[in-house]
């Protein structure tokens, strides 16, 4: 089994295969188009909105938390910089929230 996985607003879309950390993915498939800066869960520059398969995705650590608080954004949003996806599903959509 594997997972469909599409970026927003870049619509670049990929099959993986659990478990995969999504930064690996995105540096693999720079289409995908998501910006980072630390990597490291504090500058808040990767956060995607989870728009499906959130329920595939481990749950973020204190760390990542942390910064997304500060944000505040609405809806379910992480980091993409520490997303790792657990298991399969059929689709995973992710929506860069600062695209620019
Ligand atoms: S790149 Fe800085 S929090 Fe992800």
Redesign the pocket.
């Known amino acids: 089994m594997s997972t469909r996985v599409r970026f927003e607003p870049s619509g670049f879309e990929t099959e993986i295969q659990a478990p995969v950390d999504l930064i690996d993915v995105t540096d693999e498939h720079p289409d995908a188009d998501v910006p980072?800066?630390?990597?490291?869960?504090?500058?808040?520059?990767?956060r995607v909105e989870v728009v499906s398969g959130g329920e595939a995705l481990a749950p973020p650590d204190e760390d990542e938390v942390d910064?997304l608080e500060i944000f505040g954004d609405e809806g379910p949003v992480r980091?993409?910089?520490?997303l790792k996806l657990a298991k399969d599903t059929d689709k995973l959509e992710l929506r860069v929230v600062d695209p620019y």
């Not at 980091?79 to 520490?82: D, I, S």
């Open positions: 980072y800066s630390c990597r490291s869960a504090s500058c808040g520059t990767c910064v980091l993409c910089c520490q």
